[in-house]
């Protein structure tokens, strides 16, 4: 599978889940169903969205977009493609 680029060729995006803590981060896909996209949307996670890992438990993530922190579970983080800004 082809995975999107960010800003150009070099630049490959990657899970979520892969991210290292304190990482900046850029949202460029979601995989996953309608649910899924309603869910980080209500958090406010879009496409194009700038985010931040604040925290790594496991599998699991402690993300920032701005003032905002939310926790995220490893199936969920692992559906989002970012890349680094």
Not at 13 to 22: Q, R, T, Y
Not at 66 to 73: H, I, K, M, N, V
């Amino acid at each position: 599978m082809d995975l999107p680029n960010c800003r150009s060729n070099t630049e490959r995006s990657f899970p979520l889940g892969m991210a290292a803590e304190n990482s900046s981060l850029r949202v460029v896909a979601i995989q996953g169903g309608a649910g899924l996209a309603r869910r980080v949307a209500e958090f406010g996670l879009n496409v194009g969205s700038e985010i931040t890992v604040r925290q790594r438990q496991g599998a699991g993530l402690v993300v920032a977009r701005g003032e905002t922190r939310f926790a995220l579970g490893g199936g969920m983080a692992h559906k989002i493609l970012v890349c680094e800004t």
